[in-house]
């Protein structure tokens, strides 16, 4: 019984660590589809007012901005569900590591009238972009409550079985304390 408690606990973690794995592997897959388009459009030329800018390259910017605000939007809402299932110990880590990349991405001149290539911001996107990747590859999910508290039972369980296959009796340590002192 002790064994299959185990067996059932061993199931729950891994179970957790796939579906944990898989979210870390779609927040990857989001910073970097994030960075491509970040890249895309530190490295186009915004030309000025004077040079009158084709339309087609007016919208072209104006909808690679929106993305990649929608891109903020959605690493946020990542690192909310990640911070929420990992270790305590890489959250402040998690956290500095998705400020650098949306200050990489948003920063500077995003958004100005005017603005020539950054290849410099570009090299800065996808640098931060790796530096994030692998710390959140780095981390692992935390027990949930229910694990924690099937596996102390499981353990309390066992151990009750291996001292008394040892012969020793274990139910003093079940008995209910004496109350008072006993009557002359």
């Known amino acids: 019984m002790v064994a299959l408690g185990f067996a059932l606990l061993q199931q729950l973690w891994k179970n957790r660590r796939d579906a944990y794995n898989a979210r870390v592997d779609e927040f990857c897959k989001l910073i970097f589809e994030a960075a491509d388009q970040a890249a895309e459009y530190w490295i186009t030329k915004k030309p000025s007012k004077v040079a009158k800018p084709a339309p087609e390259l007016?919208?072209?910017?104006?909808?690679?901005?929106?993305?990649?605000?929608?891109?903020?939007?959605?690493?946020?809402?990542f690192?909310?569900?990640i911070r929420e299932?990992?270790?305590?110990?890489?959250?402040?880590?998690?956290v500095a590591n998705v400020a650098d990349f949306l200050d990489a991405m948003t920063g500077g001149e995003f958004?100005?009238?005017?603005?020539q290539p950054d290849p410099t911001?570009?090299?800065l996107v996808y640098t931060?972009?790796?530096e994030l990747v692998?710390?959140?590859?780095?981390?692992?999910?935390r027990f949930s409550k229910f694990e924690m508290l099937t596996g102390a039972l499981l353990a309390l369980a066992f151990a009750y079985?291996?001292?008394?296959?040892?012969?020793?009796?274990?139910s003093r340590f079940f008995a209910p304390a004496p109350r008072g002192l006993p009557s002359s």
Not at 58 to 77: C, D, H, I, M, T
Not at 111 to 115: D, F, H, I, P, T
Not at 161 to 170: A, Q
């Open 121 to 123: 911001r570009v090299r």
């Open 58 to 77: 007016k919208a072209k910017l104006a909808l690679a901005e929106s993305k990649l605000e929608g891109y903020q939007l959605k690493v946020n809402f």
């Open 161 to 170: 079985l291996v001292l008394h296959s040892l012969g020793l009796d274990v």
């Open 79 to 81: 690192q909310v569900l």
């Open 85 to 94: 299932r990992s270790w305590t110990s890489k959250h402040d880590q998690i």
């Open 111 to 115: 958004g100005a009238e005017v603005r």
């Open 128 to 130: 931060t972009a790796a």
């Open 134 to 141: 692998a710390t959140l590859r780095s981390t692992m999910p």
